[in-house]
């Protein structure tokens, strides 16, 4: 392929470009704010599910503290019931004192069914104040992702508006170079990990930065002034200094 000497050096000029726009990219793909929102969405999901096995636990104590009432209100309608019974005098001694008896153990029963309602609304008041907490401890964790987001997109905006000045100034300088020079520059850079044109500096090529061979330097001094050269080592486009 031949092009201008001059033409060849222009796409040192878009090599420059499109190593300023890959070092953006890169530095939008590093923004820190990446990092801290991913682990503050992580710790978001973490809570949210601790919050719902919390809701699930609370559901299960108000059945059960339900329950431990419907429990309670026989025995205390049985002992209440009894006990009129015992202060109208309407029983004869024998089941007077089988009353005042069972008042007795209807008693023990409602401590007993009490102490385990007491147990029951404890737990349920522990679990109420571990939610309130998560969801505190959430609701920071969503705040401080809204932060780290806007100052993500922020930047992202900043960098995006670099990125397209200099695609910009590429287009147009790549506009006045061969459309088929061009091509080959891309296709060289695409897998050559983003540099396609180096400069032959001496007998080294900046793109890898290996010293060509003696027959390398012969051939690169015997060509013409517009012929483009490429790298034995790595192939890239090398363009001479005038």
Do not use: W
């Not at 209440?80 to 089988?98: F, Y």
């Not at 508006?161 to 891309?186: C, H, K, W």
């Amino acid at each position: 392929m031949k092009v201008p000497l001059l033409s060849q050096q222009k796409l040192l000029e878009v090599q420059a470009i499109d190593t300023t726009i890959a070092q953006c990219e890169h530095r939008q793909k590093s923004l820190p704010e990446h990092a801290e929102i991913a682990a503050g969405q992580k710790k978001r999901r973490v809570l949210s599910e601790n919050i719902v096995a919390l809701q699930t636990r609370l559901a299960d104590l108000e059945v059960a503290l339900a329950a431990a009432e419907e429990d309670l209100i026989p025995v205390r309608e049985r002992k209440a019931r009894n006990q009129t019974r015992v202060d109208e005098g309407a029983a004869d001694p024998k089941a007077l004192q089988a009353l005042i008896d069972e008042i007795g153990n209807l008693g023990r029963r409602i401590e007993t069914l009490e102490d385990a309602q007491l147990e029951l609304m404890e737990q349920l008041e522990l679990v109420q104040g571990e939610k309130q907490a998560l969801g505190t401890a959430r609701t920071e964790v969503e705040n401080g992702l809204r932060k780290l987001m806007a100052a993500r997109d922020e930047q992202t905006a900043v960098i995006e508006t670099e990125i397209a000045a200099a695609m910009t100034g590429r287009n147009q300088i790549a506009a006045e170079l061969p459309s088929d020079f061009v091509v080959l520059y891309d296709k060289i850079r695409a897998r050559a990990g983003g540099i396609g044109a180096a400069k032959l500096k001496g007998k080294r090529c900046q793109g890898c930065q290996l010293e060509a061979t003696a027959s390398a330097v012969e051939r690169y001094l015997n060509a013409a002034a517009d012929d483009v050269l490429r790298c034995e080592e790595c192939d890239r486009i090398l363009v001479r200094e005038s």
